[in-house]
C-alpha cells in the first residue's frame, strides 16, 4: 500500500472566499494549490504557521514570543572574519589575474625571440657526407679496445 492523497473539505464565509480566490489569482495559482501549500507548510513546521498579510507581516510575533520571520544574530567576530576573508579573496584573485598577465608577456616575449632565430640542425650540418662512409668524428677513443 502506497500513500494515497486524501480530501479534506471545510467550509468558509463568501467573503473570505473571495479573498482566498483573488490571492490565487494574484499568484497564479488554484484554490486547491494555494491550500496544499499552507497544509504543506503546516506539516513542515509542526503546525507552529502564521498567516498573516503581507502588508502586517513587519515584526509581528506570536505566542511563543519569536518573531516571524525569524531572525538570527551574527557575532561582530564572524562578521569581521568574514570581510577579512572576503577581502583576501579579491586580493588573491588580483595577484592571480596579474601573474596571468605576468606569464602572457613572457609566452609572447618567448615566441617573439624563437621567431628571430634560426635553428641550425647538427644532421644538416653533416649533410655532405655519404651514409656509406665512416662518421668524421667518433665519440669514445681508440684506448678502450687495446685494454
Known sequence: MGNKNKTISFRVSQEKFETLREIAEERDLSLSAV?????????????????????????????SGTSFPPKVEVPKSFVREHERLELEAEH???????????????RQELDAHEEG??????EDLDGDE???????????SS?????
Open 117 to 122: 632565430e634560426e635553428v641550425i640542425q647538427l
Open 143 to 147: 684506448f678502450d679496445e687495446s685494454i
Open 130 to 140: 655519404d651514409e656509406d662512409d665512416e662518421p668524421s668524428y667518433r665519440i669514445g
Open 92 to 106: 588573491l584573485r588580483e595577484q592571480l589575474e596579474e601573474h596571468k598577465r605576468y606569464v602572457t608577456k613572457l
Open 35 to 63: 491550500f496544499r501549500d499552507y497544509v504543506d507548510l503546516l506539516v513542515a513546521h509542526d503546525g507552529q504557521v502564521e498567516v498573516v498579510p503581507e502588508h502586517e507581516l513587519t515584526d509581528s510575533t506570536d505566542t
